[in-house]
Structures are given as C-alpha cells and as structure tokens.
C-alpha cells in the first residue's frame, strides 16, 4: 500500500490530526515523568535498611521530674533508671534480646556528624571528613537489629559506657557500615584502623564492619550519606529513652502488649502514649507514607490520562469512518479487501501517534528538565523514554482496532446508494 | 431562544451517547484531579495569619561567620538563632512587639490519682508572643512582661489541654504540674493551630500534627532547664557539655519573630541588626561584616520551602490531564460539531446568522462542561476524602471541601470546556451553506 492516498487524507482533516498527536504528545510527556516518579518512588520504599525487620519494636518513653543531666551526678542517676528498664524489659517471655538506641533507621531523629582520619583542629571550628550518622547502643544492638557483621568483631560489655545525652562523645571503639569504611579507606583496609569522630582529637578504633544500615532520615538531604552509619558502644542518658526490642518469633504482638504494663511496673513516673511502642513495620510505614502516596497519585493520573487518549482516539476515527463511509464502499466495490481497509486506518493511526510520540519525546525530555531545575529531580533514564513510546503507539493501535474493523465491515453496495 | 438551543444541545448529545459520555467522563476526570492537588496546595500554601502576615519578620543573623556556610558561595545567614544573639534582640527590645521561643517537649502529671503522666508540646516564648501573633484565648490571657522578668510559674495550654486536665470549664487559676513543678494557668487558648506552624517553621517543619497544648514564660524554661525538642545545628562543637553548654554554644536552636508595622520600621530595625553585627565584629566575637537578613513572614516561609516540592509537581501534572482532558474534548466536538455540516447548512440557507451558529454551538459545549463538572464536583469530593489514605496526615488534615472550592470547580470545568468548544464551534460557523447543499 502507499502511502499517498492516507497522506492525501490526512492533510482533509488537518485539525483533527494535530488534536490528536497533540494529546498523544502530551499524554507521552505527561506518562513517562509520572512513571519516573513511581519507579523512584517505589525503589526508596524498597531499598533495605540492612535490620531484620521481623519481631522488631520499638519503645519510646519519657521520665518524668528526671534529673537534667547535664551533671555527672544526674547523669549516673538517669544510667540507672536506664539500666532498670532495660532489665526488666530483657526479663520479659518472648523477647529475645533488647537494645537501648537512640534512633533506628527511618525513624526521622537522627544524630549526625562526621568522621575523618584527622583528629579535629580546635582553631578551625568546622567539623570536615565523611558525614555519619551516630548510633547509640550497647553490646546488644548486633543481635537486637539483626545487622550483619562482616568483619572483626562485636562490642562486648566492656566496652560499653554512658554519658549524658548532650555530652560530646569520643568513644574509643565503633562498628562502621562497610559503605562508610569503604569511604573513608578506600583499599578495604579499615578494621582496625583509627578515625577521629566530630573532629575530636581522642582517636577511635574501628573493630568491626556491618553489611548494611541506613540512617534515620527519609528526607532528601540524607541522599549524600544514607548508608553511612557508625555505631558507638554507649548508653545515652537523657530524661527519655528508646528501647530496640526483638521479640522471639511469633510472640511479636504478645511482647508488644506486655511492654508497657512491664515498663510501669519498674516505674510509674513516665509517659508512655500510644505512640510510645510502634513495631517497625509500623515506623516503615509512616516514613514512606508520603512517597506511596505520591506514587499512588502519578499512578491513578496516569492511567486517567492513558484511558482518556485511548477513547479520545476511538472517538475521532469513529468519527472519522462514519465519514468516510461512502469512499470506504466505493474502495472496497473496486476490489480492496476487508484487511486492506482495517490496514489502512492502522497505518493512518501509526503516522499520527508517530508523529505524537515524536513529539511528546522532546515534551517528556524538557518536561523532565525544568522538574529537574525545580525540584529534586534526576534524569529521566532513556528506558522510560522509551518504553512509554511503545506503549502509546501499541494503546493507539488498540484503540483503533474497533473502529478500524467496524471500516473494514463496511459492505461495498454501499458505493452504490445515495447517501 | 435560548431554550431552543438547550434542547437542540440535548437532543443532539443524545443522538451519540458514547461521545457526550467519553466528554464528560473526560471533564469530570481532569477537573476532579486537577481540584483534588489543588485543594491540597490551597491548604499548604496558604497564608496561615493573613492579616498580619506583612508585618512579622523573622531576623537573621550570622552567627557562624563565612566557614560555617555550606557551599561555598552560598551566603545566607542561619534560619535561627543561638542563646546569645537571641537574648541580646530580646533585651534591646527594638521592634514593637517580639518573641525568642524554642519548642518544648515536657511531661505534664494529672492531678487525679492513678492516671498516667503525658507528654506535650509546646513553645517557650515571651509575654508579647500572644498579641503578635493574634492567638485567641477561650479564658484569660497570656501573662505580661513581669512574669517575663520575674521567670513565673505560669502558663498558657490550648483548649484540648484543657479539656484533658480540667474537663473543659474555665481553668484560669488552677495549676498544671509540668515536669514535677506546679505551673498557674493564666489562659487558654480557643483552639488555635495555625498551619503552617509559622513562628516556628524551622522546628516544626512548617506542618505538624502535634498540638501545642503548652506555653511557658521562656527565661522560666532557660532557668528550670527544660530542654529544647526541636533541631539544633552547630557549626563547631560546643565546648561545654549539656543543655547549659548548648546555651553557651554558637549552636542554632531559637526561632525569633518581631513585629514591625511599617516601612519606617523595617528600615530601622535593618539597622538596628546592622549595627548590632557590626558592634560583635568590634567586640571580636564575629570575625566577618555583618551579615543578617530580615525577611517577612511570606517571604520567609518560601524561603524555608514549606510546601512540599510533591504538593507542587502534583498540582502540576493534574493540571497536565486536565490540559489533555481538554485538546480531548475539542478534538471530540470538532468531530460532532462537523458532522452535523448538513444541519448547519440549512440553518444558514434558512438566514440564520453566524452568531447563532456560534450560540448554539457554545450551548452544546456547555452542557458538556456544567455536566462534567457536576461529575468533577463528585469526584473532587471523593479526591477530597480520600487524600488521607495518600499523603501524610499532617497535610491530609488541612485539605477541605468548602463552597469556594465547589464553585471554582464548576466554574473550572464550564469555562474549560467553552474554550475548548471555541475552535469546532469556529469551524461550524464557517461551514458553506451552499457547499453542504449541493452535495447533499
């Protein structure tokens, strides 16, 4: 077939033409940063937090009338009710370790700083090296979080301490993730290497590597260090506390229920609402709200915008056959078969929704550009591109089939009637 | 004639049902989105106290001088202050009213027996907080510039507070234990919770689920050590330790907001902070030129980008379907327009002018439009209720279905929908009554 005749057609129905490869364009544009959007989003809900996720709570409390702690006295003081929860939540049935920590990944509290092979330059001021995050555990937080180690070792008791909670630390041994050790000793020789922590000039020893352990944050501004975590041997004493707790298998929501009662027994002078004992999943779920529901929303707009092409498309080549009903007989009286007319509406739809989709392209490449100027975009990668260019021609071909085979049913004595 | 053209619009949506629907279901669809982000951008980028907004600023100063920048030349000043600048802006007292405060997290202890002690939030800020900020109080009011001085055992709690403590009748006068201390309560306020949370955006976050349910007198808060629950942020690490070291520390913890009826005033004030930078330079404690802004409050809340970047491209890409939605709706009446060439060509043989041609036809598009947007109407109310299930409740909340959000609903899709009806209904006009004749 060539295509002169369905050229010649086209250039009859000019507005019609461009309305729909405009909406093809648009659609294109529109579709492929949407799904951008959820790929993005739906990779930050499911990247790991390198925990063992199961069986894990966490316990958020508040003394009340504690001592300030900003004295050593109050600080030993505020240690020992700290050290009472803590033995009395591990004498629970059905835990199976608990932790004291200041944060845990997607928790949104998060204490950071940085590291370096330095020790810190008092006349400077500024801290430098690699940002971290800080977590504040004991010889527990291994087992309680499920982290693998890697390399060296795990703390032990002794090497745990407390301090109070505005104090500066300078602990003299950490665990690292391997990404941070990784970072700051490029060779893989960090395990037993010596780092300085916020530009202190005590040095610390690294003796052990974990696998994997995101940072507290979920906002964009933690992009930069997300897996860079450093955990310190110490209890931090503060009027409040969190406790990571991993019950044994199955006896999540019996351990759950049995914490706070538990936690008044030991001492009644606390709060605990009901937002003070949350499972992970729980704390994952509300990290990632905003991002499924971003995604939920570009996903429902998409398909919006995919079904109202799809039949905007049928609307117009209805239109289109009905008025061409006559040529249709007249074509099929002088020999075309019924194939030849369902091809030509299929080609004719192929060179629009080509020529939208070439279009929508560029639309979906600058559209991408200015969400990148403006907001915390990245580049569209081509598979995208692409992959939605395929998907408009195949939802155009789709959708021009009904109207197409109705065309190609037209029987020829209609040539032969009057309108 | 009028009338006559409704039911011509009537009887000829009726002659196709398939196209009107895919209109309208197309109206409906891109006015609903488009509304549903709307109203979720309505609700965040709103002025939270309008008719003041103008007049409150937000100083900031530099405190940590060129090397506590981040990025090389980017150098705007800190988003809050440090105990020392803070005291210092307080204690000059230059602009009309003004209030250093810093967000607190207390435990208070009900007095009835065998109840659990709960965690609030709240602020710890100065007498004048109250009257600049316009807070409504239920009973009583805030406390005056004495006990500001004199550190008072006083408080401010909100309505739920209240409500919680006291069962909701008038409290003044009775007193809340926070934090082992007993507090008297001065006033409560009538149920304020402004969002953004705007005199303490940098804390806060500007959306916050939680309720302030407390106000304590600030240097009060300072002398008890009840500690800030908000960011801090230093640039070197404090020497002394603790939340008394905090308040000797360069650290940025305070929020400031001031005051400031007039040009005159501003202008003053610029060089009040001017000349205060200047004064530290002298004294050595800054080593760089003075460096503040002093922004109000509008300006600042866009400074500090509380609404979120995924409210904004939302908005954009449902206004994005709704342009589709309408290149759609021209493209299907173009086609039913032009179809009826016939009918047309008679009208006009008959003497009818083109403006009835065109009156008739924009009729027609306006029936679609007010029908989908009564659809849209629907859906924006179904978007509406069920954006709590996607976004994040402190957002979610704020989000409403009122009258005006109706009526710009209806309005969006009628007005749309005759500007897409523009072009077919030009076409139509042009349709040659003798051509159409003839070939018939």
């Given amino acids: 077939m060539t295509m002169h005749p369905i050229l010649a057609a086209l250039r009859k129905h000019k507005a019609g033409v461009v309305l729909i490869a405009l909406q093809i364009a648009l659609t294109l544009a529109i579709v492929c940063n949407a799904v951008f959007i959820i790929g993005q989003r739906i990779e930050r809900v499911n990247r790991p937090t390198g925990l063992d996720e199961s069986n894990l709570f966490l316990v958020s409390q508040q003394w009340v009338g504690a001592p300030s702690g900003d004295d050593a006295a109050s600080v030993e003081k505020l240690d020992s009710l700290q050290l009472t929860d803590l033995a009395a939540l591990r004498a629970l049935p059905g835990v199976a370790s608990v932790a004291p920590i200041n944060s845990l990944p997607l928790l949104n509290s998060s204490w950071n700083g940085a590291v370096d092979h330095k020790p810190g330059d008092t006349n400077e001021g500024s801290f430098h090296g690699t940002r971290t995050t800080y977590y504040f555990s004991d010889d527990q937080a291994l087992s309680t979080l499920g982290l693998r180690l890697v390399a060296g070792r795990n703390f032990t008791a002794a090497d745990v301490g407390h301090q109070g909670f505005r104090d500066n630390s300078e602990p003299s041994v950490v665990i690292l993730t391997r990404a941070l050790a990784d970072k700051l000793f490029p060779k893989g020789d960090a395990l037993g290497k010596v780092i300085y922590v916020n530009g202190s000039t005590k040095p610390t020893t690294i003796i052990g590597m974990v696998e994997r352990m995101q940072v507290p944050g979920t906002g964009t501004w933690t992009n930069s260090f997300v897996w860079n975590a450093t955990l310190v041997p110490t209890r931090m004493d503060a009027n409040f506390s969190r406790y990571a707790i991993r019950a044994k298998p199955g006896q999540l929501d019996a351990v759950m229920r049995a ?108 559209l991408n550009m200015w969400l990148m100027s403006h907001y915390e975009m990245t580049r569209i990668p081509v598979l995208y591109v692409l992959t939605g260019v395929l998907a408009m021609l195949a939802i155009g071909q789709a959708a021009v089939f009904v109207p197409a085979r109705r065309a190609s049913n037209v029987p020829p004595v209609v040539a032969t009637r009057a309108v | 004639m009028l009338a006559y053209y409704l039911e011509l619009a009537l009887r000829s949506l009726k002659r196709s049902p398939g196209l009107t629907a895919l209109m309208v279901l197309a109206i409906g669809f891109g006015v609903a989105a488009s509304m549903t982000t709307w109203s979720v951008f309505r609700a965040v980028s709103g002025d939270p106290i309008p008719w003041k907004s103008s007049q409150l600023f937000v100083p900031q100063i530099d405190a940590w001088g060129p090397k506590g920048h981040r990025g090389g030349d980017d150098n705007e000043p800190q988003d809050a202050m440090n105990y020392t600048d803070a005291m210092a802006l307080m204690r000059d007292h230059r602009a009309k009213r003004q209030s250093a405060m810093y967000q607190i997290s207390p435990s208070v202890v009900p007095a009835q027996a065998g109840k659990h002690p709960l965690n609030v939030g709240g602020h710890a800020v100065y007498s004048e907080f109250f009257p600049m900020l316009d807070a409504p109080f239920l009973y009583g009011s805030g406390w005056d510039a004495q006990d500001d001085a004199q550190r008072a055992a006083v408080v401010v709690i909100s309505s739920k507070l209240n409500e919680k403590l006291f069962g909701a009748v008038n409290s003044v006068g009775k007193t809340v234990n926070i934090e082992g201390k007993d507090y008297r309560v001065v006033g409560v306020l009538d149920n304020w919770n402004p969002q953004p949370r705007f005199y303490d955006v940098v804390n806060t976050g500007g959306f916050s689920e939680q309720v302030e349910d407390v106000f304590i007198p600030f240097e009060r808060a300072i002398a008890v050590g009840i500690p800030n629950d908000g960011n801090t942020n230093c640039s070197e690490t404090p020497k002394e330790s603790g939340f008394v070291g905090l308040q000797q520390s360069s650290c940025i913890w305070i929020a400031y907001m001031a005051e400031l009826e007039d040009a005159a005033a501003v202008t003053a004030y610029r060089q009040y902070l001017d000349g205060y930078a200047r004064a530290q330079q002298t004294a050595g404690r800054f080593t760089w030129a003075p460096n503040n802004k002093l922004r109000d409050l509008p300006a600042f809340l866009d400074h500090e980008q509380v609404v979120p970047s995924d409210t904004k491209v939302s908005l954009l890409v449902a206004l994005g379907l709704l342009l589709v939605c309408l290149v759609n709706t021209v493209g299907l009446l173009l086609a039913k327009f032009l179809r009826r060439s016939g009918e047309i060509g008679v009208r006009r043989a008959l003497g009818a002018p083109r403006k009835a041609i065109y009156l008739q036809f924009l009729t027609e598009a306006g029936v679609v439009g007010l029908t989908g947007g009564v659809l849209g109407l629907l859906l924006t109310g179904v978007g509406v209720a069920s954006v709590g299930m996607v976004l994040p409740k402190s957002i979610s909340d704020l989000a409403r279905l009122d009258l005006s959000l109706l009526v710009v609903t209806l309005v969006v899709a009628v007005l749309a929908t005759l500007l897409a009806g523009l072009y077919p209904t030009f076409r139509a006009s042009r349709v040659q009554p003798a051509w159409q004749l003839k070939s018939n």
């Fill in chain 1, 259 to 366: 914490v706070t009662p538990a936690l008044y027994k030991a001492n009644p002078m606390r709060v605990l609402d009901d937002d003070s004992v949350r499972s992970f999943a729980q704390i994952r779920d509300k990290a990632y709200q905003a991002d499924r529901g971003m995604a939920i929303l570009m996903g429902v707009v998409a398909l919006i915008l995919l079904c109202v092409t799809a039949a905007g498309i049928v609307g117009l080549t209805s239109f289109w056959v009905g008025q061409r009903h006559r040529q249709i007989g007249v074509r099929r009286a002088l020999g075309a078969r019924k194939i030849d007319i369902l091809h030509y509406f299929q080609i004719e739809n192929l060179l629009i929704a080509g020529t939208g989709v070439v279009i929508g392209v560029l639309l979906a490449l600058s």
